[in-house]
């Protein structure tokens, strides 16, 4: 087993603590978050703040894992583990089902449920969540966010940092811009531009982000 430390300790941390549990590689020895008061999250304890990782990795702790959903945040702190010798590793669910010819990038959570069909490729740090499917040929950018129960049929794009919400559908071939939002439960039939708030069956544009990209609707 190895060690591994996780950064965040909410919601998000709670799923990948169950995965990694699951998936019995990792030995989780605890959450490093922005609120370092001592507590436990499913009985593993928070051990510090950000700046404790270079203590830890002075202890020869080398593995990571960024559960946070914010995915701007999501992207600087994995980016920053890197720059101190850190490897992000992926947390990919027993029960989800990755196709063999599927690439993987480096600190990326597919949940359970979650389908990635042939040769679909998920960028760094990207979320897969829960019961989402990705059909054949995807491109899921850096840093994205693909909610629970979302669909996307096979050549889609989504741009690095989009986030999209909970039972997103997603046509053949249609890409959505980086930083984009689509809303909780839109269809998305043609192309949606960069930073853009859309929604809607079919999707459309509705306004620009106001709080940045990682702006959640769901
Ligand atoms: O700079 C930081 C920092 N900023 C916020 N460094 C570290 N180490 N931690 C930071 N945090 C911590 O991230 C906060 O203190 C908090 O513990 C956590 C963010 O928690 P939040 O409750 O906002 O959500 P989450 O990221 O665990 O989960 C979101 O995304 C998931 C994908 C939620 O929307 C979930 O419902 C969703 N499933």
Not at 32 to 60: M, N, W, Y
């Amino acid at each position: 087993m190895i060690d591994l430390v996780i950064v965040g300790a909410s919601g998000h941390a709670k799923v990948v603590i169950d995965l990694f549990r699951e998936v019995d590689a990792y030995r989780v020895i605890g959450l490093i978050d922005a609120d370092p008061t001592p507590r436990k999250v499913l009985g593993v304890p928070v051990i510090g703040s950000d700046e404790d990782l270079a203590i830890l990795r002075g202890q020869g702790v080398s593995s990571a894992f960024v559960a946070i959903g914010d995915n701007r945040l999501r992207l600087k702190i994995g980016r920053n583990l890197e720059a101190n010798g850190f490897t992000l590793v992926k947390a990919v669910s027993r029960r989800a089902a990755v196709s063999p010819s599927a690439l993987l990038g480096a600190g990326v959570a597919v949940m359970a449920g979650a389908v990635v069909n042939a040769e679909t490729r998920i960028d760094d740090l990207a979320i897969l969540n829960t019961n989402a499917s990705v059909d054949h040929d995807c491109r899921l950018g850096e840093a994205c966010h693909v909610a629970p129960g979302s669909a996307l049929a096979g050549n889609v794009t989504v741009g690095r940092l989009a986030f999209l919400g909970v039972g997103c559908r997603a046509i053949p071939g249609v890409r959505i811009g980086e930083g984009g939002v689509v809303g909780a439960g839109s269809t998305v039939v043609r192309d949606l531009p960069p930073g853009m708030v859309s929604m809607g069956s079919p999707a459309r544009v509705v306004r620009p982000i106001e709080t940045g990209p990682s702006e959640t609707l769901a």
